[in-house]
């Protein structure tokens, strides 16, 4: 196994790798950056290798690092290893791991999708936080979902952020992004249940009359969902607020409801 190594901050690699903090050059590239060796595990295991794998010298050996480079290796892949401080540099992170993996971005389109391969599927509306985001991927493997479709301009997927809080599901689950005039004729053209938490017209979450494929609408962090959209919904649930809170956070709220729709579908 050959390695390639960087010593200088100039280096056009490190200037590249770096540069993919940024969504515009993310989107430009189509490539995005997994931090630590635990992703990168979830990642391989799940049948997904890096285009690169980049490791600060004189780490600590481990097992699984190992069978990863050996794989990238195999698969065409190339392995770096450069000082603690560049590999700093490249994820902005003063106490950075000590690997980091490029991978190519994968394909988000609805055509891509299999409605039927899952009960459960979770869509957000402009969702802002990567972290609610990677939180929703998260809840999505855990309930079996199909995956998570992003309406609108919501945050982006494969940020740091975001992959990080998915804590690997980013790997596991399906991602779509699509315009809601997009995605409206895409759920009407096949089977498919509507569903959002709301105030208006809503039944009781608990025991509401959930069918599959069913596709949860979670909106806006701040503005909730469109009345527009709201009236699309085939099925308006409301969730008891007891406290001061008016609301759910919205990754919360999508996980409350992804497990409602479980129990009443599996039950």
Same mark, same amino acid.
């Given at each position: ?19 993919? =903090? @940024?969504?515009? %050059?993310?989107?430009?590239?189509? &490539?995005? #950056?997994?931090?630590?060796?635990? !992703?990168?595990?979830?990642? *391989? ?43 700093s540099k490249i994820t902005g992170k003063s106490n950075s791991q000590s690997v980091i993996g ?12 299999? =409605? @039927?391969?899952? %009960?459960?599927?979770?869509?957000? &509306?402009? #969702?802002?936080?990567?972290?609610? !985001?990677?939180?929703?991927? *998260? ?60 105030l208006r017209e809503a039944v009781p979450y608990r025991g509401a009359d959930y069918a599959a ?55």
């Amino acid at each position: 196994m050959t390695h390639k190594h960087i010593s200088g901050f100039s280096n056009p690699t490190v200037k590249y790798l770096r540069s993919l =903090r @940024d969504k515009k %050059h993310r989107r430009r590239t189509g &490539q995005f #950056l997994v931090e630590g060796l635990r !992703l990168l595990e979830d990642a *391989r295991v799940s049948g997904r290798l890096p285009r690169e794998l980049v490791m600060a010298e004189g780490r600590e050996p481990h097992e699984l690092l190992d069978q990863l480079m050996a794989q990238v290796d195999g698969a065409g892949g190339e392995v770096v290893t450069t000082t603690p401080d560049i590999l700093s540099k490249i994820t902005g992170k003063s106490n950075s791991q000590s690997v980091i993996g490029l991978f190519d971005e994968f394909e988000t389109g609805l055509d891509l999708l299999d =409605r @039927d391969a899952a %009960h459960i599927w979770l869509v957000a &509306q402009e #969702l802002r936080d990567p972290g609610n !985001l990677g939180t929703m991927l *998260r809840t999505c493997d855990a309930v079996g979902a199909g995956g998570l479709i992003l309406i609108n301009d919501c945050a982006d997927p494969f940020s740091a952020e975001a992959v990080r809080a998915s804590m690997g599901a980013v790997f596991t689950q399906q991602v779509a992004q699509a315009p809601w005039e997009e995605f409206v004729p895409w759920l009407r053209a096949g089977p498919g249940q509507l569903v959002a938490a709301s105030l208006r017209e809503a039944v009781p979450y608990r025991g509401a009359d959930y069918a599959a494929p069913c596709f949860i609408l979670v909106g806006n962090e701040s503005q909730g969902l469109p009345q527009a959209y709201e009236d699309e919904c085939d099925l308006r649930v409301t969730m008891p607020m007891r406290g001061r809170a008016d609301s759910l956070n919205a990754a919360v709220a999508g996980a409350v409801l992804a497990y409602e729709v479980l129990a009443r579908l599996d039950g």
